[in-house]
Structures are given as structure tokens and as C-alpha cells.
């Protein structure tokens, strides 16, 4: 199905309301009288611009969307600066490291032992029976027990409610080797931040680093408060 603008532009019922009203604004400049939102024909603006989207059965299709990728607010509040940064795997799905920007410090080089270490999130346990002997306890948020998620996890609940992602590093080995991974592209990136419950920026852009060696590749994350 052809898309006429980038589906990420919709994340919520106001977005598709706003789009709506401008594409009745410019429908009533061209081909007058044009269907108002807070007409009759409320339905079928909002089911013609999430179609124009890529949502094959229109406005159902994105709130079941809506449904599967909103995250929980939180009432709880976390201390956390204005800027922080997040990094893991290519995949990040084993674990998650959150630390603040600091002056001088390598965001590459981000661990439990580093200045600006502010927390580590376990994902699978398996990674932190080995992974995670210098993290404090107070700073460690284990999603792996019982029914908990990350999903569930008030804190992550509340970075997704008040920051959004305003760049992604993608730092690869050698791609002339191993190639260019999904998410070094659209719509690869926002896969990975949509599987995390982050929203981009409107700002937001993917920067890509071929590190030419075999390494393992590397995401960094840079959020913004909103």
C-alpha cells in the first residue's frame, strides 16, 4: 500500500485530528466545500489519514496500534537531568544502561563504574549473572522476576512519559564484513525505539559510525526532556 506521509508522524488520536484539519484546510482551497472534522464526516477524515499512513483498515488499525505501544504514565518521580543517555547492544534486549551527560565522558565507554552511571536495566537475567557484579543495588532495576517488564517498570514508565529520543548513535564493525544492521536505517530505527516505548523527537535523526573492527555493535541513545 502506498504511504503519502511517514506513519511515525501519528502517535496520537490528537495527531491524526490535526492532520485531519489540515487536510481539510487545504481540500476546502482547492475543491470547496471540504469535509470538516467537527462535521458529519469526523469517520472518514480520520479513516483517510491514518489509510494515508499505511494503516490498511484506516482508523481501527491505528488505535489497535495505539493500544499495543502506549506505555502506562507513572505517578512515581525520578531525580533525572535534563539530557540522558542509554546504551546497549544493537539489539537492546539484554540490558540498558542510563547515565547523564558529562563533560569529557565517552557515551561509548558507559558502565556501571562510570561517573555518570545513574542506573543499569537488567532485560534477561542471564546477563546479569556475569555482567552486573559492580552495579549498587540502588541503582539496578531487574525486570527479569516474576511478571514484571519494562513495560511495568515505573521508571521506565516515566522516562517514556517525559523524555523523548532526540538522536540514535549506531556504532557498527566493519560493514564492508558483517553490513549495514536494521536499525542504522529507516524504518529499522524506529522499529527498535517503537519495541522500547520511545517516542523521537521532532528533531530526531540516526547518526551511523563504522568502528572497523569485529567487534559488536552498539546503540546509544541521546533523550531529551520534552
Request: hydrophobic share 40%; glycine share 6%.
Amino acid at each position: 500500500m502506498t504511504t503519502f506521509f511517514n506513519v511515525n508522524t501519528l502517535n496520537s488520536i490528537a495527531d491524526v485530528d490535526n492532520a485531519a484539519r489540515a487536510l481539510s484546510s487545504a481540500w476546502e482551497s482547492n475543491f470547496a466545500p471540504a469535509p470538516q472534522l467537527d462535521g458529519k464526516k469526523k469517520a472518514k477524515l480520520r479513516n483517510m489519514i491514518c489509510q494515508l499512513a499505511g494503516y490498511t483498515n484506516g482508523y481501527p488499525s491505528f488505535l489497535a496500534h495505539l493500544k499495543d505501544t502506549q506505555i502506562q504514565p507513572t505517578t512515581t518521580v525520578f531525580d533525572l537531568p535534563d539530557k540522558l543517555l542509554i546504551t546497549s547492544d544493537a539489539d537492546m534486549d539484554s540490558y540498558l544502561l542510563i547515565g547523564g551527560e558529562a563533560e569529557g565522558a565517552d557515551p561509548v565507554m558507559l558502565d556501571e563504574t562510570s561517573d555518570n552511571f545513574l542506573y543499569g536495566i537488567l532485560l534477561h537475567k542471564e546477563y546479569g549473572d556475569t555482567d552486573w557484579e559492580d552495579c549498587p543495588s540502588a541503582q539496578l532495576i531487574d525486570v527479569t522476576a516474576g511478571s514484571h517488564s519494562l513495560k511495568t517498570a515505573p521508571f521506565w514508565q516515566y522516562l517514556c512519559q517525559h523524555y523523548h529520543v532526540a538522536w540514535m548513535d549506531v556504532i557498527m564493525p566493519r560493514i564492508d564484513k558483517y553490513g549495514v544492521i536494521d536499525c542504522a536505517n529507516s524504518p529499522g530505527d524506529i522499529a527498535l525505539l517503537d519495541s522500547l516505548w520511545l517516542t523521537p523527537s521532532p528533531e530526531y535523526m540516526t547518526c551511523t559510525t563504522d568502528r572497523g573492527d569485529d567487534g559488536c555493535a552498539q546503540v546509544i541513545l541521546t533523550l531529551i526532556r520534552k
